[in-house]
């Protein structure tokens, strides 16, 4: 009896625990949740819901991972402006820079007259072990013609490189011989340096051009840096001009070459990211050496963090442009189909606690996107008083004042030089014409610039053989009217021009750099305060670099 009367209970007994189950379960939900998870839910079965509908309702066969594709971009556009998806198909060009390396065949290569013609063999890599040249015309690839309308820059990458040690078989027209020449390349790892050059200015003063920070960022500037020690450097400039920025890790590893024990280089801070702070550890080998930093209104992200750590320490000297003003932190995270989404986590404050992230609106911001261009409209790239900062106040270890809400203002100013720039020469560089007149020039005449013992001499030569002039009757007949009182007003920066790009195709991006600084206004300027010993800012109260004042837009 006692049994039987129990069992009639059980049922009851069930019921209630599962009421009270859903009851504890819903409590915890929206109690730690905030109901955060429903509304995810529900969002996400929306979009499924679509999805569905379309394929199964729509007029017309929908393709809906193509359809996917195509919103995952416009979704992320209403966040912010660095947050970004990238296709599977596109992960390995846009990751290329910041491995430092890619699988392909070893050449820097130009299109001229639908021909894919090559500029330089890249030391050591597969195209050099075999025997391809500069100047060589490549024609066929795997026994298909690679001329004409079809081989755009896009077209030829896509099938030079290739996996790992996958093979391609190039035809090859070379200046002087009738018959083609068959090369088959096994593809191999191709560096791709994140150091453009590292060499002595002048005597006492190194120089080192950083155009990203990659995987590879730091090992190289150690090599750098070691190879300058041996040439007895007492000075540095860094020169981050152009450099958008990459990892952050290198950024702070390069901070902390430079900067005594237990200061602080960045902290990062977002809603689900907790403060994260990176203070140095007084390992580094540099602590003492006057430092400069160049910069311009490309240098961002990464760039910013290395400049704003030295700035915010009063370790050296700034001297250029300000900076873009990216403050943003990604965080990539890879799809199961090897797409890739790179998503703002947090925000990055300097030492003074600013953020360098210049204003933008949420969902599409047109002004952001075309900030450089405002910047140059305004005239902010001649002139500080035209330049526009939050106006909020910061300051530095020793007490400079700094602004955040927009970049990293310099300590010195350079303006952009613009002594005889004409609309002629705008055209020129703008349709390539300039490089290209380099190109045929360097192609023509290599067996003449071999003669040279160096890229001093070769310029010495170049600047007598009226380059503009030449230039000018090769544009005319490439579709660029001659324009003879905007060429003579231009004459110098056209020589300067072409002399930098024949450089570039005869001997590569270290001596174009080499040739160029050589009349540079910033590398001028840092040159002068090495020389009055003002690389290391000094207290307010003291002689010091000026600062940009923060300018209200009226």
Sequence with gaps: MNKNHSSRFIPLIISVSVIIGILIGSFYANHFTG??????NTSSNKLNDLLHIIDDQYVDKVDLSDLVEKAMPKILGELDPHSVYISAKDVDNEMEGLKGSFSGIGIVFTIYQDTARVIRVVDGGPSEEIGLQPGDRIVKVNGNSFVGKILTQDYATNHLKGPQNSKVTLSIKRKGIKKLINYTIVRGSIPVKSIDTAYMFDETTGYIRINTFSDTTY????????KLHQQGFHNLIIDLRGNRGGYMAPAIQLANEFLPKNRLIVYT???????SEYTSDGRGSYQTIPLIVLVDEVSASASEIFTAAIQDNDRGTIIGRRTFGKGLVQEPIQFPDGSLLRLT???????SGRCLQKPYVKGGDPDYQMDLLK?????EYFSKD????????????????????GGVMPDYFIPADTIGMTSYLQEALYTGLLSQYAFVYVDYYRDNLKKFEDWEELAAYLKKQNLPEKFANFAAKNGLRRRNLMLHE???????????????????TEQKIMYTN??????????????KNLAFPSKPDAAAPLQAKSKKKK
């Design 269 to 275: 801070q977002g809603r689900k990211s907790p403060r």
């Design 345 to 351: 986590i947090a925000r990055y404050y300097s030492p």
């Design 375 to 379: 910047r140059a409209q305004d005239g």
């Design 386 to 405: 035209s330049i526009h900062l939050s106006g909020k106040k910061y300051k530095t270890r020793i007490g400079r004042i700094v602004y955040g809400g």
């Design 35 to 40: 109901n955060r998870l429903n509304i995810i």
């Design 219 to 226: 090992p190289e500037l150690l090599a750098a840096l070691a």
């Design 518 to 531: 050589l009349t540079d206004p910033c590398m001028l300027k840092a040159k002068d305060v090495f020389s």
């Design 490 to 508: 231009s004459k110098n920066l056209f020589q300067d021009f072409i002399i930098s790009y024949i450089m570039d195709d005869f001997y590569g």
